[in-house]
């Protein structure tokens, strides 16, 4: 995104769920300009941020296709 000249996306952690040994972690990537957000799951925070930023990216991509 900071390649693109646009600002970094705020994290929220939405749910997490399983035991702590087997845990699943549920993050919101919110971008404010232009207004998107995703979602990424996966079995640690930093993996799902990744993920949920990710997603981002391809919305992004999508737009400027278009």
Do not use: W
């Amino acid at each position: 995104l900071q390649a693109r000249q646009l600002p970094l996306p705020e994290y929220r952690l939405t749910a997490s769920e399983g035991e702590d040994h087997d845990k699943t972690f549920h993050v919101l990537a919110v971008l404010h300009e232009p207004a998107l957000e995703h979602e990424g799951k996966a079995g640690s925070r930093r993996q799902a941020e990744q993920i949920a930023a990710q997603g981002l990216l391809q919305a992004i991509e999508n737009m400027h296709e278009r």
